[in-house]
């Protein structure tokens, strides 16, 4: 049985909502035990971010100013943005927008690794949706970092795994929102 076949991914934790008027930031925090210039080169290095991330980047987001086409993973059609690095400091901060959403990345060195922390801001309906994925995402960081890659899971892809679902509902009933029924469920029946 691969690494992937044996995956699956712990309790939903480490993730709180906050609400600015109609704007909505998805808090994830990862404590990871790996040097922060480690998780650093994963979350700016186009090779890196290929393996696990749920886009593609045509080029380093380590440079403040820098101009880096991401392109949306799984996407229902091509989706590719245009971002500019506003905050690049290495290994400590990171931020860019994604598909018009803010992307904050905090490093802090604890221990003998780091505590990862993504602000980014979400459409409500998508919350528990956008959660469950990005724990899923960073699993799969995880994996990477430790030279147990298990290949990334993003998008339609994501959501067929059968833990995505619970992870979607538990992140639900943990902010308190009403969980999206997804996939569909002719999707859901075609896929069994």
Not at 15 to 37: C, F, M, N, Y
Not at 100 to 111: N, P
Not at 122 to 147: N, P, Q, Y
Request: net charge positive; charged share 25%; aromatic share 10%.
């Amino acid at each position: 049985m691969t690494a992937r076949e044996q995956y699956a991914p712990g309790p939903a934790s480490g993730a709180q909502v906050r609400r600015d008027g109609e704007k909505w930031t998805l808090i994830l925090v990862r404590e990871l035990r790996h040097s922060p210039e480690k998780v650093w080169q994963a979350l700016t290095d186009p090779a890196q971010l290929r393996e696990w991330a749920p886009f593609d980047a045509d080029r380093s987001l380590g440079t403040v100013g820098s101009t880096v086409k991401l392109t949306t993973v799984g996407a229902p059609k091509p989706h590719v943005t245009e971002t500019t690095v506003t905050r690049a400091d290495a290994p400590k901060a990171l931020e860019y927008k994604w598909g018009g959403f803010d992307m904050r990345w905090e490093l802090e060195a604890v221990g003998g690794g780091t505590r990862l922390t993504l602000w980014t801001n979400i459409d409500r309906r998508f919350i528990s949706m956008g959660a469950a994925g990005w724990h899923i995402c960073f699993d799969v960081l995880d994996h990477l970092l430790r030279g147990t890659p298990i290949g990334r899971m993003v998008a339609g892809e994501a959501m067929k795994f059968g833990h995505w679902q619970r992870l979607n509902a538990e992140y639900a009933k943990q902010f308190g929102i009403e969980t999206r029924n997804w996939p569909p469920p002719a999707a859901q029946r075609r896929s069994q």
